[in-house]
């Protein structure tokens, strides 16, 4: 009798955990619906959807692992993807001195294999801003993205990168 009960059991264990197929997410990209599982979310197609959004944003670079400062693309627990982007409301005195692809001229979208990751990276960075303010930033998380946000942006401004991204599936 055991014999019988355990595969039963494994059975409708299965079927509980299982979620069934995956729903399509319709969006105009794609407008027949691919299953949201198998589409992979990237740091370029959420500047997309932020940049049409907020149309004084302007992409300034696409991290790869061979130019990245941090050196986290693509190492265990740390991004997949990065872009770079300035914002034309930025004063280009209140950023002179620093780095094409540096944060306080606009932001940075890093997208991260599930959500710890960049949840993880944002407590990281909001950590090292509270002892030092002058590295002070928005940052944004929704699922595996984050977006940081320049300081030298007003809340209402920032506000803008948040509810975009809040909006993205």
């Not at 599982?37 to 959420?46: C, F, I, N, R, T």
């Not at 991004?79 to 780095?99: H, L, P, Q, W």
Request: with cysteine; glycine share 8%.
């Amino acid at each position: 009798m055991r014999r019988t009960i355990l595969p039963i059991a494994a059975i409708l264990l299965t079927a509980a955990c299982s979620s069934g197929t995956p729903r399509p997410v319709v969006t105009a990209d794609d407008p027949v619906g691919t299953p949201a599982a198998s589409k992979k979310l990237d740091a370029a197609g959420v500047f997309k959807a932020l940049a049409d959004a907020v149309p004084t944003t302007k992409l300034s670079g696409t991290v790869t692992a061979a130019n990245d400062p941090n050196h986290l693309l693509g190492r265990p627990g740390q991004y997949t993807s990065k872009v770079t982007f300035t914002d034309s409301r930025i004063k280009a005195a209140d950023v002179e001195g620093t780095d094409k692809g540096d944060v306080e001229r606009g932001g940075a979208i890093e997208v991260f294999g599930d959500p710890s990751g960049a949840q993880a990276r944002a407590k990281y960075i909001q950590t090292i801003a509270k002892s030092l303010p002058a590295v002070a930033e928005y940052d944004y998380v929704r699922g595996p993205v984050l977006v940081r946000v320049s300081h030298y942006l007003t809340p209402t401004q920032a506000a803008a990168y948040k509810a975009t991204l809040d909006k993205l599936n």
